[in-house]
Protein backbone atom coordinates (compact mmCIF):
# COMPACT_ATOMS: atom_id res chain seq x y z
CA UNK A 1 0.00 0.00 0.00
CA UNK A 2 2.61 2.50 1.07
CA UNK A 3 4.09 5.18 -0.37
CA UNK A 4 3.02 4.64 -4.04
CA UNK A 5 -0.71 5.28 -2.36
CA UNK A 6 -0.16 8.28 -0.65
CA UNK A 7 0.58 10.39 -3.94
CA UNK A 8 -1.82 8.76 -5.81
CA UNK A 9 -4.69 9.69 -3.14
CA UNK A 10 -3.48 13.38 -2.97
CA UNK A 11 -3.29 13.68 -7.00
CA UNK A 12 -6.70 12.89 -7.78
CA UNK A 13 -8.06 15.00 -4.57
CA UNK A 14 -6.22 18.00 -5.88
CA UNK A 15 -7.13 17.49 -9.75
CA UNK A 16 -10.63 17.73 -8.60
CA UNK A 17 -9.85 20.75 -7.23
CA UNK A 18 -9.63 20.67 -3.13
CA UNK A 19 -7.41 23.84 -1.74
CA UNK A 20 -5.38 21.23 0.47
CA UNK A 21 -5.28 17.44 0.83
CA UNK A 22 -3.40 15.00 2.92
CA UNK A 23 -3.42 11.20 2.96
CA UNK A 24 -2.06 8.89 5.64
CA UNK A 25 -1.12 4.79 5.63
CA UNK A 26 -0.84 2.72 8.50
CA UNK A 27 -0.03 -0.79 8.58
CA UNK A 28 0.60 -3.32 11.01
CA UNK A 29 1.63 -6.74 12.15
CA UNK A 30 0.66 -8.20 15.20
CA UNK A 31 0.82 -11.22 17.26
CA UNK A 32 -1.42 -11.66 21.04
CA UNK A 33 -0.69 -14.17 22.97
CA UNK A 34 -2.46 -15.51 26.13
CA UNK A 35 -1.52 -18.42 28.18
CA UNK A 36 -2.96 -20.25 30.98
CA UNK A 37 -1.58 -23.68 33.07
CA UNK A 38 1.40 -23.06 30.79
CA UNK A 39 -0.87 -24.11 27.85
CA UNK A 40 -1.71 -21.21 24.98
CA UNK A 41 -5.19 -20.46 25.78
CA UNK A 42 -5.67 -17.63 22.96
CA UNK A 43 -2.91 -16.63 19.91
CA UNK A 44 -4.00 -14.30 16.81
CA UNK A 45 -1.51 -12.98 14.54
CA UNK A 46 -3.17 -10.25 11.92
CA UNK A 47 -1.93 -8.04 9.78
CA UNK A 48 -3.92 -5.04 9.00
CA UNK A 49 -3.13 -2.01 6.41
CA UNK A 50 -5.83 0.50 5.87
CA UNK A 51 -5.72 4.78 4.81
CA UNK A 52 -7.26 7.35 4.84
CA UNK A 53 -7.59 11.01 2.86
CA UNK A 54 -8.45 14.39 4.29
CA UNK A 55 -9.61 17.08 2.33
CA UNK A 56 -9.99 20.90 2.84
CA UNK A 57 -12.20 22.72 0.07
CA UNK A 58 -13.20 26.50 1.19
CA UNK A 59 -12.49 26.01 4.60
CA UNK A 60 -14.38 22.67 4.94
CA UNK A 61 -12.96 19.64 5.84
CA UNK A 62 -13.98 16.30 4.04
CA UNK A 63 -12.39 13.02 5.27
CA UNK A 64 -12.99 9.48 4.22
CA UNK A 65 -11.13 5.85 4.63
CA UNK A 66 -10.47 2.48 3.29
CA UNK A 67 -8.73 -0.72 3.22
CA UNK A 68 -8.88 -1.75 0.00
CA UNK A 69 -6.27 0.14 -2.23
CA UNK A 70 -8.03 -0.44 -5.24
CA UNK A 71 -10.75 2.18 -4.13
CA UNK A 72 -8.76 5.28 -3.69
CA UNK A 73 -10.43 7.02 -6.84
CA UNK A 74 -13.97 6.38 -4.76
CA UNK A 75 -12.40 7.46 -1.43
CA UNK A 76 -11.06 10.64 -2.36
CA UNK A 77 -14.61 11.36 -4.25
CA UNK A 78 -16.15 10.85 -0.98
CA UNK A 79 -14.55 13.27 1.10
CA UNK A 80 -14.80 15.54 -1.26
CA UNK A 81 -18.19 15.17 -0.96
CA UNK A 82 -18.47 14.99 2.75
CA UNK A 83 -16.62 18.54 3.10
CA UNK A 84 -19.59 20.13 0.98
CA UNK A 85 -21.56 19.42 4.13
CA UNK A 86 -19.01 20.26 6.83
CA UNK A 87 -19.36 23.71 8.69
CA UNK A 88 -16.59 26.65 6.87
CA UNK A 89 -13.87 27.25 10.12
CA UNK A 90 -10.91 29.15 8.77
CA UNK A 91 -9.14 27.49 11.63
CA UNK A 92 -8.86 24.04 9.53
CA UNK A 93 -5.72 23.54 7.29
CA UNK A 94 -2.61 21.43 7.05
CA UNK A 95 0.37 21.42 8.48
CA UNK A 96 3.61 23.09 6.25
CA UNK A 97 6.76 20.62 5.85
CA UNK A 98 9.23 21.26 8.60
CA UNK A 99 12.76 21.77 7.61
CA UNK A 100 15.10 20.07 8.35
CA UNK A 101 13.22 16.75 9.68
CA UNK A 102 15.56 13.65 10.89
CA UNK A 103 13.34 10.54 10.62
CA UNK A 104 15.81 8.70 12.63
CA UNK A 105 16.00 11.30 15.69
CA UNK A 106 14.42 8.92 18.19
CA UNK A 107 14.84 5.07 18.21
CA UNK A 108 11.10 3.71 17.85
CA UNK A 109 12.30 0.72 15.82
CA UNK A 110 13.88 -2.86 17.30
CA UNK A 111 14.94 -5.95 14.63
CA UNK A 112 14.79 -8.30 17.11
CA UNK A 113 10.79 -7.99 17.17
CA UNK A 114 10.92 -8.29 13.44
CA UNK A 115 13.14 -11.43 13.76
CA UNK A 116 11.44 -13.08 16.88
CA UNK A 117 10.34 -15.97 16.14
CA UNK A 118 5.96 -17.38 17.33
CA UNK A 119 7.97 -19.96 19.14
CA UNK A 120 10.04 -17.56 20.85
CA UNK A 121 7.15 -15.12 21.58
CA UNK A 122 5.15 -18.34 23.37
CA UNK A 123 8.41 -18.81 25.37
CA UNK A 124 8.27 -15.50 26.39
CA UNK A 125 4.98 -15.57 27.75
CA UNK A 126 4.66 -18.75 29.42
CA UNK A 127 8.17 -17.25 31.20
CA UNK A 128 5.23 -14.55 32.55
CA UNK A 129 3.03 -17.01 34.33
CA UNK A 130 5.71 -19.16 35.43
CA UNK A 131 7.96 -16.78 37.30
CA UNK A 132 4.33 -15.66 38.73
CA UNK A 133 3.77 -18.68 40.43
CA UNK A 134 7.37 -19.30 41.43
CA UNK A 135 7.90 -16.51 43.33
CA UNK A 136 5.57 -17.36 46.53
CA UNK A 137 2.98 -20.29 47.32
CA UNK A 138 0.30 -18.66 47.87
CA UNK A 139 -0.12 -17.91 43.93
CA UNK A 140 -3.00 -20.34 43.32
CA UNK A 141 -3.79 -19.03 39.89
CA UNK A 142 -3.42 -17.16 36.72
CA UNK A 143 -6.30 -15.12 35.61
CA UNK A 144 -4.68 -13.58 32.36
CA UNK A 145 -1.12 -13.89 31.16
CA UNK A 146 -0.50 -12.20 27.62
CA UNK A 147 2.39 -10.98 25.41
CA UNK A 148 1.86 -8.54 22.45
CA UNK A 149 4.32 -8.03 19.29
CA UNK A 150 3.85 -5.13 17.01
CA UNK A 151 5.40 -4.00 13.60
CA UNK A 152 3.92 -0.81 11.78
CA UNK A 153 4.50 1.33 9.22
CA UNK A 154 3.18 4.71 8.94
CA UNK A 155 3.23 6.78 6.23
CA UNK A 156 1.79 10.52 5.75
CA UNK A 157 1.49 12.71 2.88
CA UNK A 158 0.43 16.63 2.42
CA UNK A 159 -0.47 18.69 -0.58
CA UNK A 160 1.98 21.16 1.22
CA UNK A 161 5.44 19.54 1.37
CA UNK A 162 4.81 16.88 4.11
CA UNK A 163 6.14 13.26 2.51
CA UNK A 164 7.18 10.79 5.18
CA UNK A 165 7.67 7.40 6.43
CA UNK A 166 8.57 5.58 9.17
CA UNK A 167 8.56 1.81 10.82
CA UNK A 168 8.34 0.65 14.11
CA UNK A 169 7.79 -1.41 17.08
CA UNK A 170 6.44 -1.96 20.31
CA UNK A 171 5.91 -5.21 22.82
CA UNK A 172 3.96 -5.79 26.19
CA UNK A 173 3.47 -8.13 28.74
CA UNK A 174 0.86 -8.20 31.31
CA UNK A 175 -0.34 -10.65 33.82
CA UNK A 176 -3.24 -10.40 36.28
CA UNK A 177 -1.76 -13.39 39.30
CA UNK A 178 -4.28 -14.56 42.66
CA UNK A 179 -3.45 -15.00 45.97
CA UNK A 180 -5.09 -17.06 48.33
CA UNK A 181 -4.85 -17.92 51.97
CA UNK A 182 -7.99 -19.51 53.83
CA UNK A 183 -10.68 -17.81 52.40
CA UNK A 184 -8.81 -14.68 51.55
CA UNK A 185 -8.07 -13.88 47.51
CA UNK A 186 -6.24 -11.04 46.74
CA UNK A 187 -5.12 -10.20 42.51
CA UNK A 188 -2.10 -8.20 41.88
CA UNK A 189 -1.50 -6.53 38.26
CA UNK A 190 1.83 -5.50 36.31
CA UNK A 191 3.12 -4.42 32.86
CA UNK A 192 5.55 -3.81 31.09
CA UNK A 193 5.85 -1.76 27.33
CA UNK A 194 8.55 -0.51 24.87
CA UNK A 195 9.61 -0.51 21.35
CA UNK A 196 12.27 -2.40 22.14
CA UNK A 197 12.47 -6.32 23.36
CA UNK A 198 15.24 -5.84 25.88
CA UNK A 199 13.88 -3.41 28.09
CA UNK A 200 10.77 -5.86 28.77
CA UNK A 201 11.78 -8.70 31.43
CA UNK A 202 8.91 -10.96 31.43
CA UNK A 203 9.98 -12.86 34.36
CA UNK A 204 10.15 -9.72 36.63
CA UNK A 205 6.62 -8.78 35.42
CA UNK A 206 5.40 -12.02 36.59
CA UNK A 207 7.35 -11.34 39.97
CA UNK A 208 6.10 -7.98 40.19
CA UNK A 209 1.89 -9.20 40.07
CA UNK A 210 2.81 -11.71 42.05
CA UNK A 211 4.45 -9.50 45.46
CA UNK A 212 1.36 -7.51 44.71
CA UNK A 213 -1.06 -9.60 45.66
CA UNK A 214 0.68 -11.58 48.05
CA UNK A 215 1.04 -8.31 50.12
CA UNK A 216 -2.56 -7.77 50.41
CA UNK A 217 -3.48 -10.96 51.90
CA UNK A 218 -4.95 -10.02 55.28
CA UNK A 219 -5.97 -7.12 54.51
CA UNK A 220 -7.71 -4.91 57.07
CA UNK A 221 -10.55 -1.83 57.23
CA UNK A 222 -9.24 1.37 58.67
CA UNK A 223 -11.08 4.26 60.34
CA UNK A 224 -11.53 7.31 58.49
CA UNK A 225 -8.37 10.01 58.65
CA UNK A 226 -6.66 12.73 57.30
CA UNK A 227 -2.72 11.88 56.82
CA UNK A 228 -0.36 11.15 54.62
CA UNK A 229 -0.69 9.00 51.01
CA UNK A 230 2.16 7.18 49.68
CA UNK A 231 1.08 6.88 45.78
CA UNK A 232 2.79 3.81 44.15
CA UNK A 233 4.02 4.93 40.65
CA UNK A 234 0.86 2.51 39.09
CA UNK A 235 -1.71 4.53 40.73
CA UNK A 236 0.24 7.63 40.62
CA UNK A 237 0.66 7.42 36.79
CA UNK A 238 -2.99 6.86 36.86
CA UNK A 239 -3.80 9.98 38.18
CA UNK A 240 -1.41 11.90 35.77
CA UNK A 241 -3.12 10.03 32.82
CA UNK A 242 -6.32 12.18 34.35
CA UNK A 243 -4.42 15.55 33.77
CA UNK A 244 -2.96 14.35 30.40
CA UNK A 245 -6.72 15.23 29.49
CA UNK A 246 -6.58 18.46 30.74
CA UNK A 247 -3.95 19.27 29.38
CA UNK A 248 -4.92 19.29 25.99
CA UNK A 249 -5.40 22.28 23.86
CA UNK A 250 -8.59 20.58 22.87
CA UNK A 251 -9.94 20.14 26.25
CA UNK A 252 -8.92 23.81 27.65
CA UNK A 253 -10.92 25.05 24.47
CA UNK A 254 -13.86 23.28 25.14
CA UNK A 255 -14.17 24.08 28.20
CA UNK A 256 -13.85 20.88 29.83
CA UNK A 257 -10.26 20.83 31.66
CA UNK A 258 -9.17 21.86 34.75
CA UNK A 259 -6.82 24.34 33.80
CA UNK A 260 -9.14 26.97 31.66
CA UNK A 261 -8.07 30.52 32.62
CA UNK A 262 -4.99 29.06 34.94
CA UNK A 263 -1.88 29.60 32.10
CA UNK A 264 1.28 30.88 34.21
CA UNK A 265 -0.44 30.01 37.58
CA UNK A 266 0.70 27.99 40.34
CA UNK A 267 -1.51 25.23 39.71
CA UNK A 268 0.88 22.41 41.61
CA UNK A 269 3.36 22.25 44.20
CA UNK A 270 6.44 23.75 43.09
CA UNK A 271 8.68 20.88 43.77
CA UNK A 272 8.20 18.76 39.97
CA UNK A 273 7.26 19.43 36.52
CA UNK A 274 5.03 17.62 34.32
CA UNK A 275 6.37 16.94 30.45
CA UNK A 276 5.44 15.50 27.29
CA UNK A 277 7.80 14.27 25.07
CA UNK A 278 8.06 11.94 22.19
CA UNK A 279 12.13 11.75 21.91
CA UNK A 280 12.96 9.38 24.38
CA UNK A 281 14.43 6.69 22.81
CA UNK A 282 12.22 3.35 22.80
CA UNK A 283 9.49 4.53 24.58
CA UNK A 284 6.01 3.54 23.74
CA UNK A 285 4.47 7.23 23.37
CA UNK A 286 7.69 8.38 21.23
CA UNK A 287 7.76 8.71 17.26
CA UNK A 288 9.92 11.10 15.16
CA UNK A 289 6.60 12.96 13.91
CA UNK A 290 2.95 13.71 14.94
CA UNK A 291 0.10 11.67 13.13
CA UNK A 292 -0.35 14.42 11.04
CA UNK A 293 3.62 14.91 9.95
CA UNK A 294 4.80 17.70 12.76
CA UNK A 295 8.15 16.54 14.34
CA UNK A 296 7.33 15.82 18.06
CA UNK A 297 8.86 17.62 20.36
CA UNK A 298 9.97 17.78 24.25
CA UNK A 299 8.15 20.19 26.34
CA UNK A 300 7.24 21.23 30.04
CA UNK A 301 3.45 21.74 30.46
CA UNK A 302 3.70 22.25 33.90
CA UNK A 303 7.08 23.58 35.31
CA UNK A 304 7.97 24.02 38.93
CA UNK A 305 4.33 24.09 39.82
CA UNK A 306 3.27 26.83 37.35
CA UNK A 307 1.31 25.96 34.48
CA UNK A 308 3.27 26.72 30.85
CA UNK A 309 1.64 25.59 28.23
CA UNK A 310 -0.58 22.75 26.20
CA UNK A 311 -0.83 20.03 24.11
CA UNK A 312 -1.63 21.12 20.34
CA UNK A 313 -2.51 20.02 17.02
CA UNK A 314 -2.25 21.97 14.33
CA UNK A 315 -6.36 23.16 14.50
CA UNK A 316 -5.81 23.79 18.20
CA UNK A 317 -2.58 25.89 17.34
CA UNK A 318 -4.21 27.72 14.60
CA UNK A 319 -6.78 28.58 17.07
CA UNK A 320 -4.81 29.55 19.61
CA UNK A 321 -2.30 31.76 17.33
CA UNK A 322 0.36 29.17 18.58
CA UNK A 323 2.49 26.37 16.53
CA UNK A 324 1.47 22.78 16.77
CA UNK A 325 3.67 21.44 19.63
CA UNK A 326 3.61 17.31 17.65
CA UNK A 327 0.91 16.10 19.46
CA UNK A 328 -1.91 14.79 16.99
CA UNK A 329 -2.86 11.52 17.42
CA UNK A 330 -5.16 8.86 15.43
CA UNK A 331 -6.24 5.96 17.08
CA UNK A 332 -6.19 4.72 13.50
CA UNK A 333 -6.42 5.25 9.30
CA UNK A 334 -10.36 5.80 10.39
CA UNK A 335 -9.86 8.52 12.67
CA UNK A 336 -9.33 12.00 12.32
CA UNK A 337 -6.19 13.32 14.25
CA UNK A 338 -6.96 14.90 17.85
CA UNK A 339 -4.73 15.88 20.66
CA UNK A 340 -3.01 13.83 23.16
CA UNK A 341 0.27 12.48 24.87
CA UNK A 342 3.71 11.30 23.47
CA UNK A 343 5.58 10.19 26.55
CA UNK A 344 3.72 12.33 29.28
CA UNK A 345 5.78 11.91 32.65
CA UNK A 346 6.75 13.58 36.28
CA UNK A 347 10.18 14.49 36.85
CA UNK A 348 11.64 16.33 40.30
CA UNK A 349 12.62 19.80 40.35
CA UNK A 350 15.60 18.81 41.83
CA UNK A 351 17.08 16.32 44.24
CA UNK A 352 16.49 18.04 47.35
CA UNK A 353 12.86 16.60 47.58
CA UNK A 354 13.22 12.93 45.95
CA UNK A 355 13.57 10.12 47.98
CA UNK A 356 14.04 6.30 47.51
CA UNK A 357 10.82 4.24 48.65
CA UNK A 358 12.08 2.72 51.94
CA UNK A 359 13.14 6.03 53.47
CA UNK A 360 10.00 7.55 52.48
CA UNK A 361 8.05 5.13 54.56
CA UNK A 362 10.66 5.89 57.73
CA UNK A 363 9.48 9.63 57.40
CA UNK A 364 5.67 8.66 57.39
CA UNK A 365 3.96 8.37 61.28
CA UNK A 366 0.61 7.71 60.07
CA UNK A 367 -0.66 6.99 56.59
CA UNK A 368 -1.49 4.76 53.85
CA UNK A 369 0.63 3.05 50.93
CA UNK A 370 -2.03 2.72 47.91
CA UNK A 371 -0.90 -0.21 45.43
CA UNK A 372 -4.09 -0.37 43.56
CA UNK A 373 -6.93 2.22 43.36
CA UNK A 374 -10.71 1.16 42.35
CA UNK A 375 -12.90 3.89 39.92
CA UNK A 376 -10.30 5.86 38.50
CA UNK A 377 -12.37 6.55 35.75
CA UNK A 378 -14.94 7.93 37.81
CA UNK A 379 -12.46 10.72 38.62
CA UNK A 380 -13.81 13.99 36.82
CA UNK A 381 -11.28 15.95 34.54
CA UNK A 382 -13.18 18.74 34.08
CA UNK A 383 -13.50 19.91 38.07
CA UNK A 384 -10.59 17.62 39.54
CA UNK A 385 -12.66 16.15 41.79
CA UNK A 386 -12.52 12.37 42.65
CA UNK A 387 -13.28 9.52 45.10
CA UNK A 388 -11.09 6.10 44.32
CA UNK A 389 -11.43 2.81 46.01
CA UNK A 390 -7.86 1.88 47.25
CA UNK A 391 -5.87 -1.16 48.61
CA UNK A 392 -2.46 -0.99 50.01
CA UNK A 393 -0.07 -0.63 53.24
CA UNK A 394 -0.63 0.79 56.62
CA UNK A 395 2.35 2.72 57.82
CA UNK A 396 2.27 3.96 61.50
CA UNK A 397 5.76 5.05 63.12
CA UNK A 398 7.93 4.52 59.51
CA UNK A 399 6.90 0.83 59.56
CA UNK A 400 4.31 -0.72 57.18
CA UNK A 401 1.97 -2.76 59.56
CA UNK A 402 -0.50 -4.80 57.59
CA UNK A 403 -2.16 -4.93 54.41
CA UNK A 404 -5.59 -2.51 54.06
CA UNK A 405 -8.51 -2.98 51.79
CA UNK A 406 -11.79 -1.14 51.27
CA UNK A 407 -9.85 2.14 51.84
CA UNK A 408 -11.14 5.71 49.96
CA UNK A 409 -9.38 8.33 49.35
CA UNK A 410 -11.26 11.48 48.18
CA UNK A 411 -10.62 15.03 47.27
CA UNK A 412 -9.49 17.15 44.61
CA UNK A 413 -6.67 16.43 41.93
CA UNK A 414 -5.66 20.24 42.42
CA UNK A 415 -5.15 19.45 45.63
CA UNK A 416 -3.77 16.38 45.53
CA UNK A 417 -0.53 17.64 43.86
CA UNK A 418 -0.15 21.15 45.20
CA UNK A 419 0.35 18.56 48.52
CA UNK A 420 3.08 16.77 47.14
CA UNK A 421 5.94 16.29 49.82
CA UNK A 422 8.44 13.75 47.95
CA UNK A 423 9.14 12.60 44.29
CA UNK A 424 10.30 9.30 44.27
CA UNK A 425 13.73 8.09 42.39
CA UNK A 426 11.65 5.06 40.75
CA UNK A 427 10.47 6.75 37.52
CA UNK A 428 8.15 4.05 35.41
CA UNK A 429 6.10 4.14 32.19
CA UNK A 430 2.83 1.92 31.92
CA UNK A 431 2.21 2.31 28.46
CA UNK A 432 3.31 6.16 27.42
CA UNK A 433 2.01 7.36 31.24
CA UNK A 434 5.18 7.23 33.43
CA UNK A 435 5.44 8.39 37.25
CA UNK A 436 7.94 7.82 40.71
CA UNK A 437 6.22 7.26 43.43
CA UNK A 438 5.17 10.30 45.10
CA UNK A 439 4.30 11.37 49.00
CA UNK A 440 1.45 13.36 49.83
CA UNK A 441 -0.28 15.35 52.72
CA UNK A 442 -3.03 16.18 54.10
CA UNK A 443 -5.50 13.43 52.33
CA UNK A 444 -8.69 12.35 53.58
CA UNK A 445 -8.79 8.35 53.91
CA UNK A 446 -11.89 6.34 54.98
CA UNK A 447 -12.33 2.92 55.68
Given at each position: MGAELTVKLIEIALNKGVDEAEAYVRESKNLSIEVKKQQIDTIESSVT???????????RLGFSYSTNPDEIKAVAEKAIEASKYSEPDSHIGLPLKAEPLNMTSVEVFDNNITLLSENDAIDQ?????????????????????????????????????INLHYPSTVCSASIMAIAEEGN??????????SRFLRNISFEQVGRNAAKRAVQLLK????????GFVLLDNLVSSGFLGILSSS?????????????????GELVFNQRFNIIDSGLLDEKPGSKPVDDEGVPT???????GGILSGFLHNTYTAKVNGEMSTGNAVRGGFRDLPSVGPTNFYIEPVSKEHTGNIEKTIKMVDKGLYVTETMGMHTANPITGEFSVGAS?????????KYPVKEAVISGNILHLFKNVVIIGDDLKFYGNIGSPFILIEGIDISG
Amino acid sequence: MGAELTVKLIEIALNKGVDEAEAYVRESKNLSIEVKKQQIDTIESSVTAGYCIRVVKDSRLGFSYSTNPDEIKAVAEKAIEASKYSEPDSHIGLPLKAEPLNMTSVEVFDNNITLLSENDAIDQVFLIESSALREDKSIKKIRRASGSFTISNTYIMNSRGINLHYPSTVCSASIMAIAEEGNDSQIGWDYEGSRFLRNISFEQVGRNAAKRAVQLLKSRKITPIKGFVLLDNLVSSGFLGILSSSLSAESVQKKKSIFVGKMGELVFNQRFNIIDSGLLDEKPGSKPVDDEGVPTTSKTLIEGGILSGFLHNTYTAKVNGEMSTGNAVRGGFRDLPSVGPTNFYIEPVSKEHTGNIEKTIKMVDKGLYVTETMGMHTANPITGEFSVGASGLWIENGEIKYPVKEAVISGNILHLFKNVVIIGDDLKFYGNIGSPFILIEGIDISG
